[in-house]
């Protein structure tokens, strides 16, 4: 008897890549095209693939990518809402991987809220001691604070730069000066209390705050304001008109 044809084998259930990505052109790489080339261009695969890290032996960490995308519809919402035992289910996925995409989701979903929270906007001094209100009300100690500002004069990040005791506390420009390059901030405002509740500069606030001020001139960061906040009243450099 003539022996009977082979029957076709059946086709892979995913594509199988002939190289890994180790050896594709640099700028094909994940990791290396959003340092070459920008996050921006990078297809959801590719951003999938960095978190994952590493394929299997049959899969790159971009077909990975892709394959989870599929599975949910190319739905990046749909993605988010799977648990981390769902994701597991996806090829190449084990549960440590699983546990960095669903953090990786998670982060973009927190900066979803605060993307839509209302943000603060300076107008006057009242609308900064108000902001700073809730942050040295009823402290027994000196704190100084900085409020980096956009060009819009919308608040952009309250950082604490210094912490003393009752006379005061020291506060050094280049910490100033070098978290408002970092958060490409437009202006600054100064902000420090006195817990004694008197609300006048010493000498030692007048000498910094002109110092500050030539600074900011010289890179383009002006300083606004210095606010010394004492309880139930404060003292505006602006308002009194010797910034």
């Given at each position: 008897?003539?022996?009977?044809?082979?029957?076709?084998?059946?086709?892979?259930?995913?594509?199988?890549?002939?190289?890994?990505?180790?050896?594709?052109?640099?700028?094909?790489?994940?990791?290396?095209?959003?340092?070459?080339?920008?996050?921006?261009?990078?297809?959801?695969?590719?951003?999938?693939?960095?978190?994952?890290?590493?394929?299997?032996?049959k899969?790159t960490?971009?077909?990975?990518?892709?394959?989870?995308?599929?599975?949910?519809?190319?739905?990046?919402?749909?993605?988010?809402?799977?648990?981390?035992?769902?994701?597991?289910?996806?090829?190449?996925?084990?549960?440590?991987?699983?546990?960095?995409?669903?953090?990786?989701?998670?982060?973009?979903?927190?900066?979803?809220e605060?993307?839509?929270?209302?943000?603060?906007?300076?107008?006057?001094?009242?609308?900064?001691?108000?902001?700073?209100?809730?942050?040295?009300?009823?402290?027994?100690?000196?704190?100084?604070?900085?409020?980096?500002?956009?060009?819009?004069?919308?608040?952009?990040?309250?950082?604490?730069?210094?912490?003393?005791?009752v006379?005061?506390?020291?506060?050094?420009?280049?910490?100033?000066?070098?978290?408002?390059?970092?958060?490409?901030?437009s202006?600054?405002?100064?902000?420090?209390?006195?817990?004694?509740?008197?609300?006048?500069?010493?000498?030692?606030?007048?000498?910094?705050?002109?110092?500050?001020?030539?600074?900011?001139?010289?890179?383009?960061?002006?300083?606004?304001?210095?606010?010394?906040?004492?309880?139930?009243?404060?003292?505006s450099?602006?308002?009194?008109g010797?910034?």
């Amino acid at each position: 008897m003539e022996p009977l044809d082979r029957l076709p084998e059946p086709a892979p259930a995913y594509p199988t890549p002939a190289t890994g990505i180790k050896s594709w052109a640099e700028d094909d790489r994940p990791r290396e095209k959003l340092m070459s080339k920008g996050r921006a261009v990078l297809s959801d695969a590719e951003l999938l693939a960095i978190l994952i890290g590493s394929g299997t032996t049959k899969l790159t960490a971009v077909d990975v990518g892709k394959l989870m995308l599929q599975g949910v519809g190319n739905d990046l919402n749909a993605l988010a809402r799977e648990s981390v035992k769902q994701l597991c289910r996806h090829p190449g996925i084990g549960e440590a991987k699983a546990i960095t995409v669903v953090a990786a989701l998670e982060l973009g979903r927190r900066r979803k809220e605060a993307d839509a929270a209302p943000r603060n906007t300076i107008t006057c001094s009242r609308d900064i001691y108000n902001l700073m209100r809730p942050h040295l009300l009823d402290l027994p100690h000196e704190e100084f604070w900085i409020i980096l500002l956009n060009r819009a004069n919308v608040v952009m990040r309250k950082t604490a730069i210094s912490r003393g005791g009752v006379a005061g506390t020291v506060a050094d420009p280049k910490m100033i000066f070098k978290e408002a390059l970092e958060q490409l901030a437009s202006s600054i405002i100064l902000v420090h209390n006195h817990p004694s509740g008197n609300r006048n500069p010493s000498g030692a606030d007048i000498q910094l705050t002109k110092k500050l001020k030539e600074a900011g001139n010289f890179l383009d960061l002006p300083i606004l304001d210095h606010l010394i906040f004492a309880e139930q009243s404060y003292y505006s450099f602006a308002d009194e008109g010797v910034l």
